[in-house]
C-alpha cells in the first residue's frame, strides 16, 4: 500500500473523512496524550508503536482541520505528530525506499523549497542501521529531486517512522507538528561546567513558550540549587536572589548579581513586588509547591512571568494538574502554557503571568 486515501465509506454509507497521525509524547505519558486527543475529537483509534510513547492515531477529521484543532488547544503532553500520508508494509528495504522516493518526488508543493528529513525508528525495525543512515539512504535516493535539504528552518519536514517492517510517512510544515526537532526532542549541547542538565528545562522553556529573558531585571529562584537556572538567569543578565536549603555550586556564587539565601521557602521574606520574574523547581509535592508559591506572589510585580516545574506524584496526572492551575489561578496568575517540555521528566512546565 502507498498513498493513503484519507476520504472512505463508512457502514452508512455515509462519507467519512478520516485522518491519520504519528504521535509522541514523553516516555510513559502516551496514553495521556491520548485522553487530550480524544477530549477534542471523541473518538480516537490507536496503535502503540513504541509502548508508552508513539502511537498511529486516527482522528475523525481531515488533516488540516485536526491539525488545525490540535495546535489551537496547545496540548501538554502530545509533544509531536505527523501526518502518515504513505505507508509500506511487508516490503524489502530497496523497495520500501524507492516508493517512499517516488511519492516524495510527486509532491509538487516540494518544488524549489527547503526540505528537512527527520528519521525514527523501533530497535526491532528491519533496517538495521542507525536512523541517522537510513536518513542518509533517503536524501541519496531523493538527490535528483528540485528541492534543497537543511536540518533546521526548513519549508517542509518530511517524517518516516520505521516499525518493524512498516514505514510510515508525511510530509507537512514543522509549525503543524508541534515542534520542528524529530519526534519533538529538543537537544542542546552540554556545556563545560554545566551546573545542573536542569537547565535545558528552562533553555527548552524560553524556546517553547517564546519567553525573551533579557527584558527582565530581578528574578527570584525558588528551589535553586545546584544552580542550572540561576546560572541561566545570570547569563540572560538579571540579578537573581535564589532560595534553597540545600548547596549551590561554587561557580554561580561567584557572581555578583547574585543573592543566595540557604533557606527554606517558607521562610523567606521579600518586598512587594520586587521581582519582574519568578522561577520555581522545586522536588515537592506539587500541592505544597503551589501553596509555597502562592504565598510568595506578592513578591511579583504584575505583569510578571512565572516559570515553574509541577512534579506529577499522582496517579491522575490531568486532575492534579487542574487543581495546581486552580490554585494559581485563584491568587491571580494566567496560566498561558501548560506544556510537558522534552526535558520535563515527571512533570510538566507551567508558563504564567500574573494579572492582578
Ligand atoms: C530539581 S532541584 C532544582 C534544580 C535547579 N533548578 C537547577 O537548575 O539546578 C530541586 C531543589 O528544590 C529544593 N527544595 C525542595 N524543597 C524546598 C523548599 N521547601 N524550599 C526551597 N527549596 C526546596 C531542593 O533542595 C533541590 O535543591
Given at each position: ?7 472512505f ?9 478520516n485522518?491519520r ?6 516516555h ?7 485522553e ?6 471523541g ?5 502503540v ?7 498511529l ?31 509500506e508494509?511487508?516490503?524489502s528495504?530497496?523497495a ?17 523549497q ?12 528491519h533496517?538495521e ?13 531523493l538527490a ?37 526537532w ?23 522553556a524560553e ?21 542550572g ?45 520586587e521581582?519582574?520574574?519568578l ?5 515537592w509535592?506539587?500541592?505544597?509547591m ?13 505583569g ?14 490531568l ?5 495546581v ?5 485563584q491568587?491571580?496568575?494566567q496560566?498561558?502554557?501548560a ?18
Open positions: 500500500m502507498n498513498e493513503i486515501d484519507e476520504h465509506r463508512g457502514n452508512d454509507e455515509q462519507p467519512t473523512v485522518s497521525f504519528i504521535c509522541t509524547a514523553n510513559g505519558f502516551a496514553p495521556y496524550a491520548q487530550e486527543l480524544r477530549r477534542l475529537f473518538s480516537v483509534k490507536s496503535t508503536l513504541v509502548a508508552g510513547e508513539v502511537l492515531v486516527t482522528l475523525p477529521d481531515e488533516t488540516i482541520s485536526a491539525v488545525d484543532q490540535i495546535k489551537a488547544h496547545a496540548p501538554m503532553f502530545l509533544r509531536h505528530l505527523f501526518p502518515v500520508q504513505f505507508q508494509e511487508g516490503s528495504v530497496e520500501a525506499l524507492s516508493r517512499l522516493a517516488s511519492f516524495v518526488m510527486n509532491r509538487s508543493e516540494l518544488q524549489g527547503i526540505l528537512s528529513v527527520q528519521v525514527r525508528k523501533t530497535n526491532d525495525s533496517w542501521e542507525s536512523a541517522g543512515a537510513l536518513k542518509q539512504a533517503i536524501m541519496d535516493k535528483d529531486a528540485a528541492f534543497d535539504f537543511a536540518v533546521r528552518g526548513a519549508d517542509f519536514v518530511l517524517s518516516l517512522f520505521v516499525a518493524k517492517d512498516f514505514w510510515y510517512a508525511g510530509i507537512s510544515r514543522a509549525d503543524d507538528n508541534l515542534s520542528d524529530s519526534g519533538g526532542a529538543v537537544r542542546f549541547q552540554k556545556e563545560e561546567g554545566q551546573v545542573s542538565r536542569a537547565k535545558f528545562k528552562l533553555l527548552e524556546a517553547a513558550f517564546g519567553i525573551d529573558f533579557t527584558v527582565f531585571r530581578k528574578a527570584l529562584d525558588i528551589g535553586a540549587a545546584p544552580g537556572w540561576t546560572s541561566f538567569l545570570l547569563e540572560r543578565g538579571l540579578q537573581v536572589t535564589a532560595v534553597d536549603p540545600a548547596r549551590m555550586d561554587s561557580s554561580v556564587l561567584q557572581s555578583p548579581r547574585l543573592t543566595f539565601l540557604r533557606k527554606n521557602a517558607g521562610e523567606v521574606k521579600f518586598r512587594d513586588s521581582f519582574d520574574v522561577v520555581c523547581d522545586m522536588s509535592s506539587p500541592k505544597q503551589a501553596k509555597l508559591v502562592t504565598g510568595l506572589l506578592y513578591s511579583l510585580a504584575r510578571g512571568s512565572a516559570i515553574v516545574t509541577v512534579k506529577l506524584m499522582h496517579k491522575k496526572p486532575a492534579l494538574i487542574q487543581d492551575i486552580s490554585s494559581f489561578e491568587a491571580g496568575m496560566v498561558q502554557q506544556k510537558q517540555l522534552f526535558h520535563n521528566r515527571d512533570e510538566i512546565t507551567l508558563y504564567m503571568i500574573k494579572y492582578s
